[in-house]
């Protein structure tokens, strides 16, 4: 299953919304992602283990998934 990306600012609020979170734990979790250049959410101490747990089960902060690899001697290809 691919799990939203947590840099859809619709889909953040969607689930700030349905899990009544403040205004500032957006802010924590952006500070998080591009000041903090986070992208584990077990590694977001700023934020309750359960929040991390639930953003971890609803969001992906890297949705890039690798398709397949070719490498040769001078390079690689992802």
Not at 9 to 34: D, M, N, S, T, Y
Not at 64 to 70: G, S, Y
């Amino acid at each position: 299953m691919i799990k939203t990306s947590i840099l859809d600012a619709g889909k953040l609020q969607e689930f700030a919304k349905e899990h009544k979170l403040q205004p500032f734990r957006i802010k924590q979790i952006r500070q998080e992602i591009f000041k903090n250049q986070n992208i584990d959410f077990a590694e977001m101490t700023t934020l309750s283990k359960d929040m991390r747990e639930d953003l971890d089960s609803n969001f992906s902060v890297v949705t890039l998934q690798v398709d397949k690899i070719l490498e040769d001697k001078t390079s690689t290809k992802i």
